[in-house]
């Protein structure tokens, strides 16, 4: 025999192994494909979607300074109860008490200036009325020319008399301003509640906010007797929520308890608008704040912890079901268009040790189950793994149960 029949004859039988091996991967040693199957039946569905978010108080105060002073005394800590009015801390009034003493001696200058005016009017009044009534008498005792001096001398004290006036309007509206300014160095409680954050110590400088610079944040007052949880929605579930949904959530600092809540609150545009995406010049995702308000609980809970919600946006009792992973998509050649072939969601059903593929129409989707409108009836067989089975799986393919695959390899080894 020949060199050249003799490799011949050796990539015949490699051909023959290699296909002997391909068979044999997916008929199971001639007996069909080792796979996972669940028997179809009926079961309560309940659809949901999940986000995280973190706690915050239905209801909270951040206190800011409306003067710049020093923090004088404080009079609460972080974490204590407060009443409507309580006092909370207080600022150094030194500078402020002296403004509202200049603003007081500008008041008494212009009340001062205003009696001034007012005997000067008094005076001009008196002195036109004689010399208009020596006119009237006797034109040759004065002239009209002094009479009209005489009546210009007391518009000029009128008028005189009405700036004074202003004045003292203008010093004692500075004066209001100066006792409000005063009185803005005490702080009291807006609301009752707890004292979530505290930002100050006795001794610090406290600033007032500009245009462009935000003041100092002195003290967060919190109504924690509602409390929210704030999570961000991907846009392509909000559609699914509805106002009153039912949610448990998850706090990460009590991973021992589920909470329950309702859907308060949905926005209506998005956290960060596109155009604010377009002007970085990246693609982020849409995101939409949905806020949902926890049921009463005798958990200490504090703002800003972390949770995540699973919002229940629908249920089905006694819905036939299928295995998620057993949903799977194959081509349609039955309604193939203008050079495409669509693509029809089914799953393999088994009879007899033969898997066949069968379009089905699902509903809603569970954490583990798809809900079967049409297509399957409760009894059947399906195929529901592994997962690269499936993708590979054609139609009419054996198949058998991959414990019984187990099963024989046992029984070959004894």
Same mark, same amino acid.
């Given at each position: 025999m020949t060199g050249l029949q003799k490799g011949?004859?050796?990539?015949?039988?490699?051909?023959?192994?290699?296909?002997?091996?391909?068979?044999?991967?997916?008929?199971?040693?001639?007996?069909?494909?080792?796979?996972?199957?669940?028997?179809?039946?009926?079961?309560?569905?309940?659809a949901t979607v999940t986000a995280s978010g973190n706690i915050r108080a239905r209801r909270?105060?951040? +206190?800011?300074?409306?003067v710049a002073a020093r923090v004088a005394d404080l009079l609460v800590e972080e974490g204590q109860n407060v009443e409507v009015g309580d006092?909370?801390?207080?600022?150094?009034?030194?500078?402020?008490?002296?403004?509202?003493?200049?603003a007081q001696a500008s008041v008494s200058q212009a009340q001062a200036q205003a009696a001034q005016q007012s005997a000067n009017l008094t005076r001009q009044r008196r002195e036109y009325d004689r010399i208009r009534g020596l006119w009237m008498r006797d034109s040759l005792l004065v002239s009209r020319q002094q009479v009209e001096d005489a009546e210009t001398n007391l518009e000029v004290a009128r008028a005189n008399m009405d700036a004074a006036e202003y004045g003292v309007e203008v010093a004692e509206a500075a004066l209001d301003e100066a006792e409000d300014r005063l009185a803005k160095t005490?702080?009291?409680?807006?609301?009752?509640g707890k004292v979530t954050r505290l930002n100050v110590e006795v001794g610090e400088t406290v600033v007032v906010g500009t245009m462009n610079n935000a003041g100092s944040l002195i003290l967060t007052i919190s109504d924690l007797s509602v409390v929210e949880v704030v999570v961000q929605m991907d846009e392509t579930d909000v559609p699914r929520l509805a106002l009153g949904d039912s949610a448990e959530v998850d706090i990460d600092a009590f991973p021992d308890q589920t909470f329950t809540a309702r859907v308060t609150e949905?926005?209506?545009?998005?956290?960060?608008?596109?155009?604010?995406?377009?002007?970085?010049?990246?693609q982020q995702a849409i995101d939409f704040e949905v806020v949902l308000t926890l049921d009463p609980t005798d958990v200490e809970l504090r703002p800003d912890l972390s949770a995540t919600a699973s919002i229940v946006t629908d249920m089905r009792d006694d819905a036939v079901a299928v295995p +998620? +992973?057993?949903?799977?998509?194959?081509?349609?050649?039955?309604?193939?268009?203008?050079?495409?072939?669509?693509?029809?969601?089914g799953v393999f059903v088994v009879e007899a040790g033969t898997a066949t593929f069968r379009p089905v129409t699902v509903g809603i989707a569970g954490d583990e189950f798809f809900e079967v409108l049409d297509g399957l009836e409760p009894g059947e067989t399906v195929v529901s793994g592994p997962?690269?089975?499936?993708?590979?799986l054609r139609d009419g393919d054996p198949v058998r149960r991959e414990e019984e695959l187990s099963d024989d390899a046992r029984n070959d080894a004894g």
């Amino acid at each position: 025999m020949t060199g050249l029949q003799k490799g011949f004859i050796a990539l015949i039988v490699v051909g023959v192994l290699a296909a002997a091996a391909v068979i044999s991967m997916r008929t199971g040693s001639g007996r069909g494909a080792a796979v996972r199957m669940a028997d179809i039946d009926r079961q309560d569905l309940v659809a949901t979607v999940t986000a995280s978010g973190n706690i915050r108080a239905r209801r909270s105060v951040d +206190i800011s300074s409306d003067v710049a002073a020093r923090v004088a005394d404080l009079l609460v800590e972080e974490g204590q109860n407060v009443e409507v009015g309580d006092d909370l801390l207080r600022l150094d009034r030194t500078q402020l008490e002296a403004s509202r003493s200049r603003a007081q001696a500008s008041v008494s200058q212009a009340q001062a200036q205003a009696a001034q005016q007012s005997a000067n009017l008094t005076r001009q009044r008196r002195e036109y009325d004689r010399i208009r009534g020596l006119w009237m008498r006797d034109s040759l005792l004065v002239s009209r020319q002094q009479v009209e001096d005489a009546e210009t001398n007391l518009e000029v004290a009128r008028a005189n008399m009405d700036a004074a006036e202003y004045g003292v309007e203008v010093a004692e509206a500075a004066l209001d301003e100066a006792e409000d300014r005063l009185a803005k160095t005490v702080f009291r409680a807006p609301i009752a509640g707890k004292v979530t954050r505290l930002n100050v110590e006795v001794g610090e400088t406290v600033v007032v906010g500009t245009m462009n610079n935000a003041g100092s944040l002195i003290l967060t007052i919190s109504d924690l007797s509602v409390v929210e949880v704030v999570v961000q929605m991907d846009e392509t579930d909000v559609p699914r929520l509805a106002l009153g949904d039912s949610a448990e959530v998850d706090i990460d600092a009590f991973p021992d308890q589920t909470f329950t809540a309702r859907v308060t609150e949905i926005g209506n545009s998005a956290i960060r608008p596109p155009s604010q995406n377009a002007a970085s010049g990246q693609q982020q995702a849409i995101d939409f704040e949905v806020v949902l308000t926890l049921d009463p609980t005798d958990v200490e809970l504090r703002p800003d912890l972390s949770a995540t919600a699973s919002i229940v946006t629908d249920m089905r009792d006694d819905a036939v079901a299928v295995p +998620i +992973i057993a949903l799977t998509v194959r081509e349609d050649s039955t309604r193939a268009t203008t050079g495409e072939t669509p693509e029809v969601e089914g799953v393999f059903v088994v009879e007899a040790g033969t898997a066949t593929f069968r379009p089905v129409t699902v509903g809603i989707a569970g954490d583990e189950f798809f809900e079967v409108l049409d297509g399957l009836e409760p009894g059947e067989t399906v195929v529901s793994g592994p997962y690269q089975t499936i993708r590979t799986l054609r139609d009419g393919d054996p198949v058998r149960r991959e414990e019984e695959l187990s099963d024989d390899a046992r029984n070959d080894a004894g």
